[in-house]
């Protein structure tokens, strides 16, 4: 199955994959439907860049790792988080927002979404209109990757 | 013949059970026999639903195809009633009719029962409830109305989400606790004191450090001598593990049904996972009560995988961890809270308490800010809870880029490669 790498000697840091990610779950394709989701407001992507690594040298971006033991499926009391096709896919409306999950996720990548009332996770995009991966499709510098890997 | 699993129980443990050794044998047969008549739900739900942020039918923990697409023969409302731990049979009643079961693998995940503390008169109560199953959320939703005065005793986990989910119904709720704080068993007095100003703002009235002495029909009288006049009792003073059936088959039994590291009880060939079991806090290192969902649930994994034959899944990674929230602030803690401590107590209202100990991280306690849309405290807090259950070294990590927000930078080089540039296994 395919999942989103970083390479973090490429990542620049500049956090467009944080904006494309925000467009692309809220229904957002275009750069236009960038503006109209996202100007003037708050973004809550699920991918997470960080910066400042190794003494400040190095960025790198994370979202959900799509784990073979998934500890957010495993601790969830609601029964909606499952793993569908490889996936680890979130059901909003049987979520009641508790949060195991956050406190479960060893990457710290199921997080509460803007509201707080549910959380929200990388799907890799297959469920909103995009389709692929937008974090790696816009990355300028190809340092976000949509590939099959093996275990390091 | 196809070999038979026969699991007591249909919650987070039995569930568990049944993906664990699914996981790895598609031939055993598996039975499910449950005094519950409902398809498996999440039993920390009944608040929420209580609270309208789900239904019946979003309750359950598994689709409706659960059963079948895992092979399972599902004895729902069936009563177990005795463990023959030599012959190999469970014997089970229904109404009026009683049968027996023979096994090759037992799982006992039982979970808790109410704990009522001797309180005289209590039988004179008419209207009054433990919150532990969905029925008890039913009964609630039954008879709790606009104006019901409902008595809660108990403020700790079990007592505060039942007043939170009945709080749309009734704006009357009283909770007394004999404990001078609220949430004792998770929260230190100054942080309890936080919660309990914020459950306080929604209405819920408490009487802390003090209990009932006895009842009179809808009358308690206090310790203190106070009168408390209610027209619905909640029963939340505590759980004990259910170890009936492990005790009386003979079973080794201490504060919970003891287990080895692969789930198997003394008695042969029987497996327990679960609130009703003992295990080992791995942050503490003591045998503790840890009658937590997610342990639950993996205690259950492993011993559905070992009860296949395998016997390689030790279940090694127990300790306290919770998720809880009230009116949106919510707690997330995880492990111990011993040696040397961090602590921030935010402007916001949150808080935050990061502990280590011998090199490792043990435990932390973060608390959510007044504003329940700013989540920023609990960010990725499940970085810290797998530092303490990993056990990884902190030299191996800078802990301070982590201790004020958690984050996978501080982690070494290799270490990040490990974790985002491949596939863990």
Known sequence: ?152 | MAKKFVIIGNSAAAVGAVEGLRAVDKDWEIVIISDEPYHTYGRPLISYLLFGKTDEERIKFRPDEFYSANGVTAMLGCTVTQIDAAAKTVSWSKDDYTGSLQYDKLLVSTGSVPFVPPMNGLETVPLKTPFMKLDDAKFLQEHVKADTRVFIIGAGLIGLKCAEGISKLTKNITVCDLAPRILPSILEDELAKIMQNWIEQNGVKFMLGDTADKFDGNKAVMKSGAVVEFDVLVLAVGVRPNVALIKDAGGDVNKGIVTDQFCRTSLKDVYAAGDCTESFDITSEQAKILALLPNAYAQGYAAGRNAAGLEDKPYDSAMPMNAIGFWGKHILSAGSYIGEKHEVFGDDGSYRLICRDAGLLKGFILIGGNDIHDHSVLDRAGIYTNLIKDKTPLDTVDFESIKDRASLKGFAADARKKKLAGVER
């Open chain 1, 1 to 152: 199955m395919r999942r989103v790498f970083v390479n973090e000697e490429w990542c620049l840091g500049c956090h467009l994959c944080e904006y494309h990610c925000a467009n692309a779950n809220m229904g957002g394709v275009t750069a236009q439907d960038m503006v109209r989701n996202l100007r003037g407001k708050k973004i809550h992507p699920r991918i997470r860049v960080e910066d400042g690594a190794d003494g400040g040298k190095i960025n790198f971006a994370v979202q959900c790792r799509h784990c073979y033991d998934p500890m957010c499926v495993k601790s969830c009391i609601a029964g909606a988080l499952t793993v569908e096709d490889g996936v680890v896919t979130h059901n909003p409306d049987k979520c009641v927002g508790c949060f195991t999950c956050v406190l479960t996720c060893p990457y710290g990548c199921v997080m509460p979404d803007g509201d707080g009332k549910v959380v929200q996770k990388c799907e890799l995009c297959l469920r909103n209109k995009v389709g692929a991966p937008a974090c790696a499709e816009h990355c300028p510098n190809r340092a976000i990757v949509y590939e099959e890997r093996g275990t390091l």
